[in-house]
């Protein structure tokens, strides 16, 4: 990956506020804004819950129909 490309995605990530940045002498420092990775993680158990409920109902069918089928 070319540092313009890097640069590129570490913007992104500052304007979602997923990372914070801080310029040092020469470096920049990037850490992870935790804030925002809360809300991230909120919303992917929400959505990792109602997946799991949907592939426990599919489970339970297709046992209902490899049962039925014997």
Known sequence: MTLPGLM???RVLEE?????TEKQGRTRECRLG???LNDAAEW???HRR???R???RLE???ERKKGASR
């Open 8 to 10: 590129k995605h570490v």
């Open 16 to 20: 979602a506020r997923l990372v914070v």
């Open 34 to 36: 935790s804030d925002e």
């Open 44 to 46: 992917i158990e929400h």
């Open 50 to 52: 109602r997946w799991e």
């Open 54 to 56: 949907r592939l426990d």
């Open 60 to 62: 339970r069918y297709l």
